[in-house]
Each structure stands twice: as structure tokens, then as C-alpha cells.
């Protein structure tokens, strides 16, 4: 199957959209220090204004879109200091981002042109032609709008995993599982 070729211009209703999850640092020997309970960290949602998203698919997550994201966010995650490990994505769709009466979000599409215009844009990392933001009301603080993202993907969003990665360990496995359940029986209760 062909992959999925974006509106540079919008982003559809329909489209699902993911931000990228790395690894957080965490005290190294502290023994006493409970995990937090919650399935994703704020920190993965802040940003100085706005949050970068990757669309990943005009429905439904696509693997060959995220086949060829994943490099881009590993190259990321290796920019990053210290660095971090990508783990996949968190992903949900534009409407349920878009229309949530709590915060007016705004969600754009802003591609990324790569530093080698002349390469093949596939090959060339540096470019994202599936790289999107949403910024939140002016004068909205960025730690309030991560916490608002954060609610939001953990209520209505789903983990994605990289085709690219190494198959998730079974622990992994197991905690994503357990985190799904969690995740469906908070919504059911609602």
C-alpha cells in the first residue's frame, strides 16, 4: 500500500496525530521511590508554546508512516541531553483533540523541509513532512497545556509502537496491557 501523502496546508478531523514518547529520567538508587501510577509523564507534552505532533495516518495509524518517522524521532531522542530512547507514540484523533470544551486547541500543519533540499526527502532525517503542532489560547502556560494534553491522549488516546523497534520486551508487554485495561475501564466508568 502506498504511503499516505498529507495536506501540507491542514490537518483533517479525521486524521489521527501522535506525540512522541522518550524515556524520562528517573532518580538513579533511590529504592523508596514509588512509580507514579498515572500510564504517561506530563513532561513527555511540554514544550515552550507549542506541542510538535507527527501525523500518523488520515485515519487509523499507518505503519509505513510511522516506518518513516521512526528514524527522525530516534535521531531526535539521540539529540537530546542527555539522551533518550524513543519508545513509540501516543496517538489520538484531531476531533477528539479539537473539540474538547475544556481548552481551545489549535492543531496545524507545519511540515519540515530538511536541511539537504536536494536528497530525496524520504532519505533526508532532518525532514518531517508529517510534523503538525498544536499550541493551546494565547497566554496559555505551557505547564497547563501539557497537563491538558496529557489528560486528554491517557482518556482518549492509544500507545503505538514503532514497526522499526525491536519487539517490546514481555515486562513491557505486560505493563502496556495493564495499562489498556486501566484505560478502558476508567472510560467505561464514566
Request: aromatic residues 6%; hydrophobic residues 35%; charged residues 25%.
Amino acid at each position: 500500500m502506498a504511503k499516505w501523502v498529507p495536506n501540507a496546508e491542514e490537518v483533517g478531523p479525521g486524521e489521527t496525530v501522535g506525540r512522541r514518547l522518550f524515556d524520562q529520567p528517573s532518580l538513579v538508587g533511590a529504592t523508596d521511590q514509588k512509580a507514579a501510577l498515572r500510564s504517561l509523564d506530563y513532561r513527555n507534552f511540554e514544550d515552550d508554546r507549542e506541542v510538535s505532533l507527527d501525523r500518523l495516518g488520515k485515519g487509523n495509524p499507518e505503519k509505513a508512516v510511522m516506518r518513516y518517522l521512526t528514524p527522525r524521532a530516534e535521531a531526535a531522542g539521540r539529540a537530546r541531553k542527555p539522551s533518550r530512547t524513543f519508545d513509540g507514540w501516543t496517538a489520538i484523533t484531531v476531533k477528539k483533540l479539537a473539540e474538547h470544551k475544556g481548552m481551545k486547541l489549535t492543531i496545524a500543519a507545519s511540515p519540515i523541509v530538511g536541511q539537504n533540499p536536494a536528497e530525496d526527502a524520504d532519505k533526508d532525517i532532518s525532514a518531517n513532512k508529517f510534523h503538525c503542532h498544536v499550541s493551546g489560547p494565547d497566554g496559555s502556560e505551557p505547564y497547563f497545556l501539557a497537563l491538558h494534553l496529557q489528560m486528554l491522549f491517557e482518556r482518549h488516546g492509544t500507545l503505538e509502537m514503532s514497526p522499526n523497534s525491536s519487539p517490546p520486551s514481555l515486562l513491557k508487554k505486560a505493563l502496556l496491557g495493564i495499562i489498556g485495561i486501566f484505560m478502558r475501564l476508567a472510560e467505561k466508568s464514566r
